[in-house]
């Protein structure tokens, strides 16, 4: 009786750890995700800055 008891438990806590490292490797993955999209959209605004820049430096016509 105690074997099957301590059997249920050791199944529970390798199922808790379990599914807790693969949520856990999604949650990263999201926000490893995340930030490389806001990177690339701080590129893309410093960019697009730039551009405004050299335009208003051009000469009137």
């Known amino acids: 009786?105690?074997?099957k008891?301590?059997?249920r438990a050791i199944?529970?806590?390798f199922e808790a750890v379990n599914t807790t490292a693969t949520?856990?490797?999604r949650?990263?993955?999201l926000i490893v995700g995340a930030a490389g999209r806001a990177a690339h959209e701080?590129?893309?605004l410093v960019?697009?800055?730039r551009d405004l820049a050299s335009e208003v430096r051009?000469?009137?016509k």
Do not use: C, L, Q, T
Request: proline share 4%.
């Open 1 to 3: 009786m105690a074997d």
């Open 5 to 7: 008891v301590s059997d």
């Open 11 to 13: 199944n529970n806590v």
């Open 23 to 25: 949520h856990f490797g």
């Open 27 to 29: 949650i990263v993955g």
């Open 42 to 44: 701080v590129v893309d």
């Open 47 to 49: 960019w697009d800055y």
């Open 58 to 60: 051009k000469p009137a």
